[in-house]
């Protein structure tokens, strides 16, 4: 995993993010196993980015104060991901703003992705995730 440094403008650009489709910012206190639904939702829609480590209101850069402070987040995603395919991690830092942000790039999904729930979910919009209706395997 890579740790990038970035500029406070990029950072700035991090918090001004309006969160939609493509983009989801949430608190490194929200459970793995919540944020899974996250996940679920734009790999199963078009793919985004989520930037764990931001908090909403008011909206402030908080981010983990060491990088094994995510090893619990970052166990609980690859869970999700056979083999390693279909997202990208980095942690961002940057000089002014306290700790690392988590950094998760989610592609678009060939297969159906399910959250740790075992349902799947589909971002339409701005924070609206609608469970599909889905055959259940027998794996």
Not at 13 to 38: C, M, W, Y
Request: aromatic residues 10%; contains cysteine; neutral net charge.
């Amino acid at each position: 995993m890579k740790t990038l440094t970035i500029s406070s403008s990029e950072a700035e650009s991090i918090l001004n993010l309006e969160e939609g489709h493509f983009g989801d910012l949430k608190s490194r206190d929200v459970a793995p196993a919540k944020l899974t639904r996250s996940i679920s939702a734009l790999a199963n829609a078009d793919g985004g980015d989520l930037f764990l480590g931001i908090e909403d209101d008011p909206r402030e850069w908080r981010g983990f104060d060491t990088l094994e402070d995510a090893n619990a987040h970052v166990q609980v995603f690859e869970g999700l991901f056979p083999l390693g395919h279909g997202f990208f991690y980095s942690f961002l830092k940057c000089d002014g703003f306290p700790g690392y942000v988590l950094k998760i790039e989610v592609l678009k999904s060939h297969d159906v992705l399910r959250a740790s729930d075992k349902k799947a979910y589909l971002r339409r919009g701005r924070r609206i995730y609608r469970r599909m209706t889905l055959p259940h395997s027998s794996a």
